[in-house]
DNA sequence: CGACATGGGTAGACACTCTACCTGAAGTCG
DNA sequence: CGACTTCAGGTAGAGTGTCTACCCATGTCG
């Protein structure tokens, strides 16, 4: 895959994803960032410098909470879990990402409207 | 309307927007801030100190040139026009942008089976 | 005249991502 | 055993772009 097919991240989005990511249940940070790439159809590419000061933000604003355990191959990893503060948060990001590309849809396609 | 209802502009995005605007023709900068925030229904706020640097931005990559001029009301203003060069940028951006809206989607809405 | 509205502009703070490093522990293999 | 690789977590600093809060110039109108 070229250069040109991986999309930067937008500032601003990669909260939202790692809240959703939690949805399924505790996961830690490789797993994280390997399932948003896998899931987005390696699109998105989640670097490892954004990952976890964002994993840090989140917990700070206790939207997740994180607990040592071992990951699959046996390596000790910090497993991430959305708390309900966090659900609620992961709502309201979503309703918001919505509405601004709904937002920025009117912009780009002045013509062709109020088609689902 | 509450703070809650106006958007962030999400970062990479204003570009594009102005891009988009001036596909209809030559404005001066408060034009294209009006026309992005009436055309989206109010939810973009296009501010002050974003939209001019940009337009610098624009003009030092040679997507838009810029020309002194006079707006409805008789003030001096700088009419910003789209460059060929613009328009294939443009393109870029926008084909970007719905991919990415694409990928996002897939992580947001997974086949809508959520519950175990 | 002077207050106000319009249009363009900049400085500095702030937030987020990226590149490029580092640590430490658990497997692998000569 | 010991060197090496892989996985997991982390940080520093640069770069970028937006926002708040200012500034200035020029028309219009009371």
Redesign the interface.
């Given at each position: 895959m070229s250069d040109e097919e991986r999309?930067?991240l937008?500032?601003?989005?990669l909260d939202?994803?790692i809240l959703?990511?939690l949805?399924w249940g505790p996961a830690h940070g490789q797993a994280i960032a390997r399932f948003?790439q896998d899931?987005?159809?390696d699109?998105?590419l989640v670097e490892h410098g954004s990952l976890y000061p964002a994993l840090q933000r989140l917990q700070q604003k206790r939207w997740i909470v994180a607990e040592w355990g071992a990951s699959d191959n046996n390596r000790r990893a910090k497993y991430y879990r959305l708390t309900p503060a966090g659900r609620r948060q992961l709502a309201r990001e979503?309703s918001?990402?919505e509405?601004?590309?709904?937002?920025?849809g009117?912009?780009?396609h002045?013509a062709a409207q109020d088609k689902p």
């Open positions: 999309l930067t937008l500032q601003g989005t939202m994803l959703r990511t949805r948003i899931t987005s159809g699109a998105l979503h918001n990402w509405r601004l590309v709904e937002a920025i009117r912009i780009m002045p």
